[in-house]
T-cell receptor, first 115, second 115 residues
Framework: AQSVTQPDIHITVSEGASLELRCNYSYGATPYLFWYVQSPGQGLQLLLKYFSGDTLVQGIKGFEAEFKRSQSSFNLRKPSVHWSDAAEYFCAVGAREGGSYIPTFGRGTSLIVHP | DAGVTQSPTHLIKTRGQHVTLRCSPISGHKSVSWYQQVLGQGPQFIFQYYEKEERGRGNFPDRFSARQFPNYSSELNVNALLLGDSALYLC??????????????FGPGTRLTVL
């Protein structure tokens, strides 16, 4: 069965600093990988996704992620964090379940941004 | 265009009661999925429906059921509520479903509290 590990429950950064959120996955085949963001009182918004091809994926809001098969990782990065980036971030792996792709989510990383 | 809408926003029930949560997908989307997000955890897949048929089911007890209507809206029903059912219930819609990726768009969720 597929699984996702986000080892950091909380990450605190200063506004303008760079950011890296870690994600490790377990899945037998080539995975579909996703990063979502959830702001308080909001649903999940897709930041970026990886299916195949270039292992460096660009997303919305200036985020990018790099797929490293040898490390089973899909870490999310941003070169300069803005106060509005404070939110909960979820990594997910999409696996085929009953003929459809269903995402399995990690427990999330809470990003705190200091002014 | 309106996004995925869910009702009610918040709900308080007592143990043993029954609850019905509602979801309206984005116009033109034919698939609806339900997720449970317990505080401090990532969303966990409950059901997926497409064209009124169940296409996927997560590891949840039979107290949980769902259905999809001809207009593609959906209801999630939970019987005999337990304290552990307290969570944010998320609905997501996608154009269709199948053995290929269809991006899911999430609603803001219904916060259920069981006392």
């Amino acid at each position: 069965a597929q699984s996702v590990t986000q080892p950091d429950i909380h990450i605190t950064v200063s506004e303008g600093a760079s950011l890296e959120l870690r994600c490790n996955y377990s899945y037998g085949a080539t995975p579909y990988l996703f990063w979502y963001v959830q702001s308080p009182g909001q649903g999940l918004q897709l930041l970026l996704k990886y299916f195949s091809g270039d292992t460096l994926v660009q997303g919305i809001k200036g985020f990018e992620a790099e797929f490293k098969r040898s490390q089973s990782s899909f870490n999310l990065r941003k070169p300069s964090v803005h106060w509005s980036d404070a939110a909960e971030y979820f990594c997910a792996v999409g696996a085929r379940e009953g003929g459809s792709y269903i995402p399995t989510f990690g427990r999330g990383t809470s990003l705190i941004v200091h002014p | 265009d309106a996004g995925v809408t869910q009702s009610p926003t918040h709900l308080i029930k007592t143990r043993g009661q029954h609850v019905t949560l509602r979801c309206s997908p984005i116009s033109g989307h034919k698939s609806v999925s339900w997720y449970q997000q317990v505080l401090g955890q990532g969303p966990q897949f409950i059901f997926q429906y497409y064209e009124k048929e169940e296409r996927g089911r997560g590891n949840f007890p039979d107290r949980f059921s769902a259905r999809q209507f001809p207009n593609y809206s959906s209801e999630l029903n939970v019987n005999a509520l337990l304290l552990g059912d307290s969570a944010l219930y998320l609905c997501a819609s996608s154009l269709e479903t199948g053995p290929f990726y269809n991006e899911q768009f999430f609603g803001p969720g219904t916060r259920l509290t069981v006392l």
